[in-house]
């Protein structure tokens, strides 16, 4: 059943929605799969995941995603500017963001929340270039990263997410999220594919 936390403010049919940002922690992996095993081929949307992980060098979860779903994945790199229908990574150890003009910047920068990667950065970083044009996701994972990279993201005139915590194997993120933010929608994990079809076409381009 979908629960709608601030009425439906999906947007007018039309709104281009194409940025999708997604933080997630303890039990993301899974989660991810799921959302992504449901989206389309020629998605003309634009993933930019955030996974709590370990420092080491080494991350499987591009790979994972790839052989979840049909999009292509891989660790965002300095430079790289983003394409509708892929998905973007943040690699160990680095927080990722957006910049001007839609490329990819990494950091080393301090934690955020206790984590590098952290959710927020790439969140205010999505708000302030896209605005409108962001769907931000939290999901399952415990602390509160990614609690006001939303708020950035719904000041901005873009659609906020919470996986409904009941759902979500650690729910503290998505419970954070909804204390001290009124989200537009808190939804199953199954119903949040569906909202990233309906703000997206099915052709490839740049953003």
Do not use: W
Not at 28 to 41: K, N, S, T
Not at 155 to 164: D, F
Not at 179 to 190: I, N, Q, Y
Request: charged share 15%.
């Amino acid at each position: 059943m979908v629960s709608i936390v601030q009425g439906n403010r999906e947007g007018p049919p039309g709104l281009r929605r194409d940025i999708v940002v997604i933080g997630t922690s303890r039990g993301g992996v899974a989660a991810l799969m799921e959302i992504v095993a449901a989206l389309p081929p020629g998605l003309q949307s634009t993933l930019l995941i955030v996974q709590h992980t370990s420092p080491t060098p080494v991350s499987q979860l591009p790979a994972i995603l790839s052989r979840a779903g049909p999009l292509p994945a891989e660790h965002g790199r300095n430079g790289t500017r983003i394409e509708c229908g892929r998905i973007y990574v943040a690699p160990p150890d680095h927080h990722m963001t957006v910049g001007p003009n839609g490329f990819i910047e990494l950091n080393h920068g301090p934690k955020e929340n206790f984590t590098r990667p952290a959710v927020d950065p790439l969140f205010r970083s999505a708000a302030s270039i896209y605005g409108s044009r962001v769907i931000g996701i939290i999901l399952t994972g415990g602390g509160s990263d990614g609690t006001q990279g939303l708020v950035a993201v719904e000041q901005a005139g873009g659609l906020a997410i919470v996986e409904a915590p009941g759902d979500a194997l650690d729910p503290s993120m998505p419970l954070n999220a909804l204390l001290h933010d009124k989200p537009d929608l808190c939804l199953p994990l199954s119903e949040i594919p569906g909202v990233i079809v309906r703000h997206s076409a099915i052709s490839q381009g740049s953003v």
